[in-house]
């Protein structure tokens, strides 16, 4: 699976290379901690177009594994989103992003995979640093999750720490 979504990825990269209004980005996180012995990363790497000033489809590809005391987990998932920037001007650009996410996880040594959705709206910031180069940062989610990778299930409004993510765009 890891094979299939690194494929796609320059697959996609390479159809892009000389098409406007197409960006690509996404965002990386590593965690250790020590008391627990437990260590994950996930890598999301991130590709849309803009359809006009304000808005823009796209999708998240991500990866995810996490080790706890032995026990491996390795999740894929993937998120087609529709984005709505509400707020822009020079530098600062406000947007929701609304979507629809599919995952599957798997325990090393199990028998089944977990799949699971999510479906909701997650607001972000992009701060441009240049013509083609912007941070993003996405914080909170609102909508219902069942078994999408290793998040909790139901549904609401979460704003926690654990739902701030930070990674960056390149527009071509």
Avoid at 107 to 119: H, L, Q, R, S, Y
Avoid at 128 to 147: E, T, Y
Avoid at 151 to 170: A, N, Q, T, V, W
């Amino acid at each position: 699976m890891k094979k299939l979504l690194v494929f796609l990825f320059v697959v996609v990269a390479t159809l892009s290379v000389n098409a406007q209004d197409i960006y690509m980005g996404g965002t990386f996180n590593l965690w250790r901690n020590t008391d627990a012995n437990r260590t994950n990363f996930t890598i999301a790497p991130e590709v849309g177009y803009n359809l006009s000033e304000k808005w823009a489809v796209g999708v998240t590809f991500s990866y995810a594994h996490d080790y706890l005391k032995g026990l491996k987990t390795n999740s894929v998932a993937i998120a087609p989103y529709a984005r709505f920037s509400y707020y822009e001007n020079k530098i600062v650009r406000l947007f929701v992003d609304g979507g629809l996410g599919f995952s599957t996880s798997r325990v090393k040594d199990a028998d089944d995979a977990m799949n699971g959705f999510e479906i909701g709206l997650q607001p972000g910031i992009a701060l441009k640093l240049n013509k083609s180069f912007s941070l993003i940062a996405k914080c909170g989610f609102v909508g219902f999750r069942d078994d999408y990778t290793v998040k909790e299930d139901g549904f609401g409004i979460s704003l926690r720490s654990e739902d701030l993510s930070f990674g960056f765009h390149y527009e071509f």
